[in-house]
């Protein structure tokens, strides 16, 4: 995760535990873990109005740190946190799902939390929360199985796209036949929220142009594949990332209508669990759960490893600060790292 307030500050977890900050954009990194006694990082949030505010959901609970990560204290002692975000015109409301399936949110920071909607099934839980950045109080939410279900099932507990109109209070099922029964991994939101693609694992990837009243299938020139990561330009919607299970990352840029591999830097095995794009320039950052962390400075066309300082590589989660100074990883076993992108 990156800082929103300073692009060159990341964070990175790590599930052994442990987190790990960079200071200048991932090229080295530092321990990050003073406070922090849980194992591997799932969800990396930042604060979009409070510099070196972050939020790490992970397998002990979720964790808050107010000085870039250099200490942590507990927000939440529940573990296993699948989805974690925090609103970017309130820091103080933030929704979360952990391994229960119970959606919860807080208004005050995370000194009390609300459970606001339940698992749909025994097995599900909640992924890919967004928040519309130009309208915060629309949130959506995507109904998720615990583990990856075989290619081309329905998991009986994943019920697509939910979302919500009044900062999380409550929650209605935005599907039509083609979202429907979709085990949704991730997702990314125009800033008018009307534009949206999930990234799911068992119908593709799923795009609406009209804030969810319909959706339509956007998987032309993509493999028969478990799509868990997704991230939209932010200064052009029409490029996306998709990122997969074992097979690699994939570039549009036509808004979905046309996806291909990229060919350069990111292997075709990659498991691309984490996509966050620059929110000014054309650099984009992807995770894999084996090689590390990447970086592309063509908006995704081409690719670099940016492990210098990772003491474990296997990469859950990254997120970028809004003026994009600092760039956050969150490891499978070793904790949050923080890179300085920008001075």
Known sequence: QVDHNDPSIIFANN???????STN???SWVDA???????GILQLAVDSNK???????VHSGIYLSSDYGDNWTSLYPKGGWQTVAIDPADGDIIIAAAADGILMRTTDGGTSWDEVMQRIGDEATWRGTTFVPNDPSTIFTGSSSLNLPDLGTVDPGAEGVFRSEDSGATWAEVNDGTSEG??????????DGNILFAATSNKGVLKTTNGAQSWSDASNGLPDAQFISIAMDPNDGNV????TFMSGLYRTGD???????????VPAEATVRAIVFHPTESNVYAGDSRSGVYEST???QSWELINDGFLNRSNNALAIAADGRWLYSGSDGSGAYRMRLAD
């Open 25 to 27: 954009s991932g090229k």
């Open 255 to 265: 808004g979905g209508q046309s996806w291909s591999a990229v060919a350069t830097g």
């Open 240 to 243: 996306v990332l998709a990122g």
């Open 33 to 39: 873990s003073s406070g922090y006694t849980g194992s």
């Open 51 to 57: 510099n070196g505010r972050v939020v790490a959901g």
């Open 298 to 300: 063509d908006s995704g």
């Open 15 to 21: 599930y052994g535990g442990g987190n790990f900050l």
């Open 182 to 191: 979709a085990n949704i991994r991730n997702m990314a939101c125009s800033p």
